[in-house]
């Protein structure tokens, strides 16, 4: 007799809820349909009021399957909670580059890092009356020098109940040698993975999802990669959205925002989840 192989459940988490109304949107109607199992909230973001709040957690009413992750927001073009935040650029955090540059030259205040990030998760218990199931990073923030020590602190004192996001692929070397991002992901990655099991604060055992959304490509075929070796209880990121006058304010990323929206509704989608022995269910 075959044996059927058990399927690997699998995170999929849409990020950037709050960045902009599109964006709230597309990751509303993909929890109602079912096809993603995780959101990242960013507090930060200009798209959070309470109708965005109550209207998500409709849809989180009726499908309780769903994770609910605060998105850690520490680069622009977005603005700090706390006032003495530093260093900033004209009031906003600084740029991606410059954020890991000021990290890699150790000139962020730990301190006052962590009490940013304190004030983002204080903003999302209020919203939503309990802590997050998980935390992670936009732009990866919470893999940075400097960075890390404070956000791993942060999460291990004030919600030691969640997981955080890892952003290191479960793959053999010589599969993740050919996408240049991922691979620094899963450098920064190693150092964090190990200042998290210091200090007995959990993290998804494997990702993916890393490409350049700037270029496009294919989404369904970059899901199709995304799915392969990826372990048990992996994550798999994903920014679907709709373009907005918000959206294109804030963010290179817009079009296939709008591309990914469509693959992750459509009919492939699920047929992709079968061909690969994955399931978005908990149990």
Sequence with gaps: MTQSVPLRRIWLCADDYGMAPGVN???RELIKLKRINATSIMVAGPAIDRTEIDSLKQELANNPDCALGLHATLTAPFHPLTMHFQPLDGGRFLSLGNTLQAALLRRFDPEMVQAELLAQLTAFKEFFGRAPDYVDGHQHVQLFPQIRDAFVAMV???????????CGRALPLKQRLGNPKALFLDMLSDTFRKRCSSVGVAYNPG????????RGGDFALAMTGFLQGLPDQGLVMCHPGFVDETLLSLDDVTDQREQEFGFLSGNDFPRLLLASNVTLSRS
């Design 156 to 166: 291990r004192d004030n919600a030691p109940q969640a997981w955080v996001r890892q």
């Design 25 to 27: 949107r597309a990751i």
């Design 207 to 214: 990702f993916a999802g890393a490409y350049d959304m700037v």
